[in-house]
């Protein structure tokens, strides 16, 4: 599970407007806090960056609060335990994976999905038989076994799995509660000044220097996340870029520029659709950098955005 964008060097530019890209999903009074998490289930809790506010370490989640699931796995590793009540081997299971999980001390959550009552998580998932354990990790599927297993085995599927979000940059830890507001004001003014002034190296640098001091800061990887698509559309006309891609269907690398023309122009729907799209007919390095692509404008948006909840579903569909 590779998630390493790069970007590359270029100049100021006083033209483009970033600042706008997540604030219609914000409230007025938090204007500055791109990064505030998705309400109870996966926002800051306390103040500290890397606690994960959650209803619970093991909750029982459906087809219409699936997609704060996949949020909350941006921060905090999401095991996922498919199952139905007529099982026998899901009852067997389910008691160890919520002891084990519980014993993380929030390290991991559980969210439980009733096959029956939801078919459709049952087909995204491609389970083809009960009980089966999924994980998400930055809302990527991750598959780990099927039928009950010792507690043992559980355990070390589990450590693994922690390994792998620790790789990829997700090691907030969930604590159960309401979430607390966050202070008012950008938490990196420097940073976000330079943005502002389309001085993306200098913006890029202060970013980056909060994400090393701080892997779990979401204003960072917001801010982060901006100056590369600032970056990308340096001296571009949204129009031509849009144009080139519709013009030649398949060019992947001309896709990925519209996308980032349709973003900033407000049909982020378009620049996922146009992704995704491609995804499913792409293999290889062309796939992966498509995939990151798509992660890559999730940051920018937000998760609370209405276009990014969607996507999600429609990109683990395209992946899994």
Known sequence: MSMDPSQENAQPDQGLDLSAVRSKNMPAEQGGQAGAGAGAAGGQAGGDPNAVAVPGLVFDVDE??????VAMSDRVPVVIDLWAEWCEPCKQLSPILEHVVTSYGGRLVLAKVDVDANPRLQQAFGVQSIPTVVALIKGQPVPL?????????????????LKLAGENGVTGHAVTGEAEPEPAGP???EA???LAKGDFDTAESLFKAALANSPADEEAKFGLARAGLGRRLIDQEPADLIAAADADPKDVEAAKAAADAEVVSGNAAGAFNRLISLIRTSTGDEKESLRLRVLDLFEVLGADDPAVTKARTALMRALF
């Open 145 to 161: 076994f099927q039928s009950a297993l010792p507690e043992p085995q559980v355990q070390a599927y589990f450590d693994e799995l």
């Open 64 to 69: 219409s609060t699936f997609t704060s699931l």
């Open 187 to 189: 938490a990196h003014p």
């Open 192 to 194: 976000e000044e330079a």
